[in-house]
């Protein structure tokens, strides 16, 4: 149980295009979720904190309006780059908090990660 | 935030017990510990956690202080597979996010 996917697994975009990763709980539901990007040899850096139904909460230094972040149902999120730019280059990995269903309850279960390539 | 302290890195032969120390001198009491892994490439996967008592599963044992200031994750057998870099985080409760501090790469030699 507790199994988290995102897809894509990786993305090549071009610099200035707009990019959508989902995050989605399989096997239980999640109110929260919670999106982190990392870059190479680096530790997770929290970006957002995503509650169903309501606005995203971001870090401080994370642009709201570039990180687009849609939590709709109790299972899925969205996070969208917008207008891309090599910088935004980094894996970014979204976990889910379990509320109800399989998994140890208010333990995040993180996904497989998304490689974005930036050009 | 409350936050961890690790040995940047550990190595440990094959088939031995592997001790991860983590200190939280910081920490409240309602703070959770818990700990995650995270091989190249891959989101971290989740280990153990504890509140006060010390807690076993399949994967670890975590050992934690009477004072709570400190904890150790224990790997009864090291195999090459738990090759990893291990993450020390305490949930806060409330806003349950996660600070990832820097973590412990465990090497495991054969």
């Known amino acids: 149980g507790a199994v988290v996917s995102q897809h894509p697994s990786w993305v090549i975009c071009k610099s200035g295009t707009s990019v959508k990763i989902e995050c989605r709980s399989l096997d239980f539901q999640a109110t929260t979720m919670f999106w982190y990007r990392q870059f190479p040899k680096q530790s997770l850096m929290l970006m957002a904190t995503?509650?169903?139904?309501?606005?995203?909460?971001?870090e401080q230094g994370v642009e709201k309006d570039k990180f687009l972040i849609n939590h709709a149902s109790l299972t899925l999120s969205t996070l969208t780059v917008t207008s891309a730019h090599p910088e935004d280059s980094s894996f970014y990995i979204c976990s889910a908090r379990v509320t109800a269903g399989g998994g140890a309850t208010d333990t995040q279960y993180f996904g497989p990660g998304t490689r974005l390539t930036v050009l | 935030d409350a936050k961890t302290t690790q040995p940047n890195s550990m190595e440990s032969n094959e088939e031995e017990p592997v001790h991860l120390p983590c200190n939280h001198s910081?920490?409240?009491?309602?703070?959770?510990i818990h700990w995650y892994r995270q091989l190249p490439s891959q989101g971290p996967e989740y280990v153990i956690h504890g509140l006060t008592s010390n807690v076993n599963n399949r994967m670890a044992s975590l050992a934690i202080a009477e004072d709570r200031k400190s904890s150790t994750l224990i790997l009864h057998r090291a195999t090459l597979r738990d090759a990893a870099v291990y993450y020390c985080i305490l949930a806060t409760s409330g806003t349950y996010k996660y600070i990832f501090g820097t973590g412990t790469r465990l090497k495991v030699l054969a």
């Open positions: 910081t920490i409240s009491g309602t703070d959770y």
């Open positions: 995503s509650n169903e139904g309501s606005k995203a909460t971001y």
